[in-house]
């Protein structure tokens, strides 16, 4: 019953939250960047704003729909690289081994290392704020994990009789690890990358607060969160929609990557 | 005579202003109480940078300064003018550039020694030592020889005598008002023997009212009354501490909390707190020095077309920014001079709101469906980003596009001196000298002094120039007002604000002043606190 | 045993050298620099001290020079001296070095005391709806940006109840800690809740506790004996591997509550571009999470022999 309550609220948060990051310009009211009436700063929601308006005047519930695709995109598209990069390193270095698997994990324990917030904080710094520096850093600097993973499941994949029959068959590396390994490690690289969406709008907040998030005005829910900070008090719909918007968000995948964990992982009992 | 008549004619011009500005100051009827601590908080960046006065000039670290460290001169913020500290008087010849100046007999450093003439040529020597970045050296470059000594040609400054135990010559490149360039705390008097120690980072020595007495970096800074100060019953407090808060939300809780005794306002708090009937009876405002406005290059095209620079002026609704977004903690800038500053003209009217009139000199400027640039800016919530999203759409309405380009105010501060952009929005400081604030759109200083647009007019020279040699003080702010008058037709930059700024004081807390230059650099030998303060 | 520990020290060097030549690479290719990030408002820089200061402090030299001098330094244990204070950063960072230790040591006091027993108790009945409640509980704290809540505690128990104090280190005293502590352990602790529920549970199935019930055995000395002593050592890791980077976490938590650890001299010490400050700093992070690394490894052994290092 767990599994499927996971699964269920999981799974519907993250199917809403995408809802609004594919259909926000259509279910937003005004345009979140050029819409800003000095006259309306601030006001509490109402019948035509309905989450209020911010300190510029624009519309917040307009913001948290346009908003959504940035928080997504940051959350995809750096677990994307994240995984892209983590698992071509960690199968490459437990198919191959040798020099290169000591390479990797050198440079896996060095990404461990290093504080990953840090890491992704000196690189916002050289690339400067915006949407493709944040997934360049984002994505640079998780990877570890995965990595490791994949690492661990071809090692023990590739002692397996079928991978040996295939590499007397003939069959090049490349097409083994591709037909044969990968598919192998999807089930808890999936995971990993779920709960690292979560883990990367978060950082994307944490990262606005510093001072080098997603270049304003564009709307990303945790440069929203970060601006209001100064008006918890005096304003609290101004943090309160984009603090729930990234909250639902983030809860959403995490017991939804809990949940495919329990599904695709069996292992992942004995490992966590 | 020259001077003291210079003096009174910057008092009587800015005098009126000053008493519609004055703090809110001493509490009447109530006698100074000897005892206390303030907590006054350092509210700019999360540390302490150096303790060293000579090595930093920000804000955050001079209000430390202010308290352990003294100068040759010190601001008057009643007067509006330098007053003499540790000189006790000056007298100019040679046409006002050479002055002997006569010191204080009993100014004791913190280690029991007296301070004599030797200390103040050797700080000011050490600040031109080649090889060392004091930041100081700014203001003794204009000594005669400070250069050679910069350069490793000299050892000694050849144009500071010392002529006597309490008394020194200093001979200028130029005509000078020495007042203006020694109440800067990074040309504070230091103790020559203290500065070799190995522990002087960390344990700085001075001539001020208290005494370095705790440093906890990232947290606080303790400081504690100094009984030999040369100011007699001064200090009244025990101890002055600076708890370090950077971040506001968390210095509003605190201050509301009474665990801290002074607080900057943003403009969001500034609001806050003017609503609510106990807070608002103490907050202390000054019109500082600064101007905040969008300077473009005028090496980029259009920029350079005056039609153009005066189109935008017109096309962005100031008042209304300033009003809402800055939350009128703000002054609405007409030129370039600010409020406090003699060769403000009073008379002097903004640029009106008038798209119809932008989009008439943009046509005349050939520009008739407008133009696009890039805006660079910080994410500054008074002079950054929040500015530039509210004015993107009013320069929309008259077909000039912007592109934003957000960046770290050290990286923005890069960019501008290599003249790297085509606008930036920023803040400058415009004061509390006149003629050195003007200086910035002479067409002979660099960009990488201060002339960052790269404007340049020969008639604007000439007036500059007459200003910098006439010895008639009223000739002198005329033709002040009149290069004041130049800019505001020219609009080199979009005019946005004068800065406003707003500290919270808790009610039991007294003396502080309402210093133009920087609010929170308090002279601390003037506060006290009464009785009902609870900081043990 | 002690041959393991000195090569784990030994492998420790070339990581630290590798890391000093990648901050500095990185720190090469920054835009803005030193002097120019010394300015807060005014633009009043003056080119000739910038260029004295950029003297000074060595800028101009080219890379592999500076980079060479710096490994010098490193062998001798200098870190060189902080473009910002001209202190040595070793004094700078020693400092900092025990509040941030006591935070993350407090954070992680409350993550292990409510979040083990949240996820025990979680363990014990699957499935039910108490599990499903704790679980949400518990990844609720994963999901929260930690200077939001930061602001909420504070604003809630400082200003509205009053029982803490909302900022700063104070004399160093328990109750300056709380409310950054609380801040900060609520993650590690949704993190810790779910390791413990998913180890016990894996435990409770297996054979040998199976075994062991079916032997008779005092259900309460089956659970206590064998569920927890395996599942310390999972938990182990967890606290580890947590450690290390809650030292990087705790940057937001620090900025936010005063708190004067090295997490703030480091995120100051980027936008400052005081290269030596940020080096040294990472330096020590990196250090300190390969101890506790490798002191986990240690107590690994000293929990299940049966466990062996190649």
């Known amino acids: ?272 | 005579m020259n001077r003291l008549a210079l003096l009174s004619g910057i008092a009587v011009a800015t005098a009126g202003l000053l008493a519609a500005l004055a703090p809110v100051a001493e509490a009447q009827g109530t006698t100074p109480r000897k005892g206390g601590v303030v907590r006054m908080t350092a509210p700019y960046a999360s540390s302490f940078g150096n303790l060293d006065p000579h090595m930093s000039g920000r804000s955050q670290d001079g209000q430390v300064h202010m308290t352990i460290h003294r100068t040759l001169y010190i601001w008057d913020s009643a007067k509006g003018a330098p007053a003499l500290e540790l000189a006790t008087a000056a007298t100019a010849s040679a046409g006002g550039t050479v002055w002997t100046l006569k010191l204080r007999e009993d100014a004791f450093f913190h280690n029991g020694r007296k301070m004599t003439a030797d200390d103040v040529v050797w700080s000011f020597t050490r600040l031109m030592s080649s090889g060392q970045g004091f930041v100081g050296a700014r203001w003794i470059r204009l000594v005669q020889g400070a250069v050679a000594v910069e350069k490793g040609e000299a050892k000694e400054i050849s144009g500071i005598k010392k002529l006597g135990e309490f008394e020194v010559e200093i001979s200028f490149t130029q005509k000078v008002e020495p007042g203006f360039l020694f109440y800067n705390m990074t040309t504070s008097i230091l103790p020559q023997e203290e500065v070799a120690k190995p522990t002087w980072a960390t344990n700085p020595v001075g001539l001020g009212p208290f005494k370095f007495k705790e440093h906890i970096p990232g947290s606080r800074l303790v400081t504690e009354r100094f009984d030999k100060f040369y100011k007699p019953g001064l200090p009244y407090l025990d101890r002055v501490e600076f708890p370090i808060m950077a971040e506001a939300s968390a210095r509003d809780i605190a201050f509301r909390n009474k665990e801290v005794d002074t607080s900057i306002l943003g403009p969001v708090q500034y609001v806050a707190y003017n609503n609510d009937a106990n807070l608002k009876k103490n907050i202390l405002e000054v019109a500082e020095v600064f101007t905040r406005s969008m300077v473009m290059n005028h090496g980029v095209k259009p920029f350079d077309d005056k039609r153009v620079r005066q189109a935008i002026n017109h096309a962005i609704n100031t008042q209304i920014i300033v009003e809402r977004l800055a939350r009128n903690k703000a002054y609405r800038a007409t030129s370039w001079l600010p409020i406090t500053v003699p060769g403000y003209d009073q008379d002097m009217k903004p640029y009106a709101f008038d798209p119809a009139k932008a989009r008439a000199l943009l046509a005349e400027a050939g520009l008739p469906n407008g133009f696009e640039f890039e805006w660079t800016t910080s994410q500054n919530e008074s002079w950054g980003l929040p500015i530039v999203e509210a004015v993107i759409p009013m320069l929309a309405q008259v077909g000039i596009k912007v592109r934003t380009k957000v960046v770290e105010v050290a990286v923005l501060t890069d960019l501008a001196l290599k003249g790297e952009f085509q606008a930036y929005i920023g803040s400058s400081q415009t004061g509390p000298d006149p003629l050195q604030t003007l200086r910035c759109f002479h067409s002979a200083t660099p960009r990488t002094s201060c002339n960052v647009s790269g404007y340049k007019n020969a008639d604007y020279d000439k007036l500059l120039d007459e200003a910098g040699t006439t010895d008639d003080p009223a000739r002198k702010l005329d033709l002040l007002k009149k290069a004041n008058w130049h800019l505001y037709d020219a609009a080199p930059v979009w005019f946005f604000n004068y800065n406003k700024a707003a500290l919270a004081y808790q009610p039991w807390v007294h003396g502080l002043l309402g210093n133009p230059t920087e609010l929170v650099h308090q002279y601390p030998e003037f506060i006290w606190v009464d009785a009902t303060s609870p900081a043990k | 045993m002690l041959g393991f520990v000195i090569r784990r020290l030994l492998q420790m060097i070339p990581m630290l050298v590798a890391i000093a030549l990648l901050i500095f690479v990185l720190f090469s290719v920054i835009p803005g620099s030193f002097a120019t990030g010394q300015q807060d408002e005014g633009l009043g820089l003056d080119m000739a001290v910038v260029a004295r200061m950029r003297a000074e402090l060595g800028l101009d030299d080219p890379l592999y020079v500076r980079f060479g001098k710096y490994v010098q330094q490193l062998a001798t244990l200098d870190l060189g001296v902080s473009f910002r204070s001209r202190q040595p950063v070793i004094e700078m960072i020693g400092a900092r070095m025990w509040p941030s230790l006591k935070l993350t040591i407090a954070a992680m006091a409350f993550a292990i005391a409510i979040g083990l027993p949240l996820g025990f108790v979680a363990a014990l009945r699957p499935g039910s709806l108490m599990d499903l409640g704790l679980m949400v509980i518990a990844v609720s704290g994963l999901s929260l940006p930690k200077f939001w809540l930061g602001i909420l505690l504070m604003y809630l128990f400082a200003l509205t109840l009053g029982w803490f104090p909302s900022f700063g280190y104070g004399q160093g005293g328990l109750s300056h800690l709380v409310l950054p502590a609380l801040a900060l352990g609520v993650s590690p602790m949704a993190l810790l809740a779910r390791t413990t529920r998913a180890a016990v549970l894996d435990i409770m199935n297996a054979d040998f506790v199976r075994t062991a019930r079916s032997k008779g055995m005092n259900e309460y000395r089956v659970v206590v004996w064998h569920v927890l002593r395996n599942a310390l050592v999972l938990v182990l890791t967890t606290i580890g591997l947590q450690f290390g980077s809650l030292l990087g976490q705790g940057v937001v938590v620090e900025k936010l509550f005063a708190w004067p650890g090295i997490g703030s001299l480091l995120v100051d010490s980027v936008f400052q571009r005081d290269i030596p400050a940020v080096q040294g700093c990472i330096l020590v992070i990196t250090v300190f999470f390969l101890v506790i690394n490798t002191s986990v490894d240690i107590a690994y052994k000293l929990i299940d022999p049966r466990i062996r290092y190649t």
């Open chain 1, 1 to 272: 019953m767990k599994i499927r309550a996971n699964l269920a609220i999981g799974g519907g948060l993250t199917v809403l939250a995408v809802f609004v990051g594919l259909f926000g310009p259509w279910l937003a009211h005004t345009d979140p960047i050029m819409d800003a009436n000095l006259m309306n700063a601030e006001l509490p929601p109402s019948g035509e704003f309905w989450f209020g308006t911010d300190q510029q005047g624009r519309d917040i519930w307009s913001r948290v729909m346009y908003g959504a695709q940035i928080s997504l995109a940051v959350g995809i598209g750096s677990q994307l690289l994240n995984t892209v990069i983590g698992t071509t390193l960690g199968v490459t270095a437990g198919y191959w081994g040798g020099w290169w698997d000591d390479f990797v994990n050198g440079l896996t324990n060095l990404m461990l290392a290093i504080p990953s917030l840090i890491f992704a904080l000196a690189i916002m710094a050289i690339l400067g704020p915006g949407l493709t520096s944040l997934l360049i850093a984002l994505g640079l600097t998780n990877w570890s994990y995965t990595c490791r993973i994949s690492r661990a499941q071809a090692l023990s994949i590739k002692s397996q009789g079928y991978v040996q029959a295939a590499r007397v068959l003939g069959y090049g590396d490349l097409r083994i690890m591709f037909t044969q390994i990968l598919p192998n490690t999807l089930g808890p690289i999936i995971v990993i990358a779920t709960l690292g969406m979560g883990g990367s709008i978060l950082a994307e907040a944490a990262l606005s607060f510093l001072g080098l998030g997603v270049r304003p005005p564009s709307p990303s829910w945790g440069s929203m969160l970060s601006d209001a900070r100064e008006t918890i008090t005096t304003a609290p719909w101004l943090s309160l929609f984009p603090g729930l918007a990234i909250f639902l968000t983030v809860l959403g995948l995490n017991l939804l990557g809990d949940g495919l964990r329990d599904i695709l992982d069996p292992q992942s009992r004995s490992r966590r």
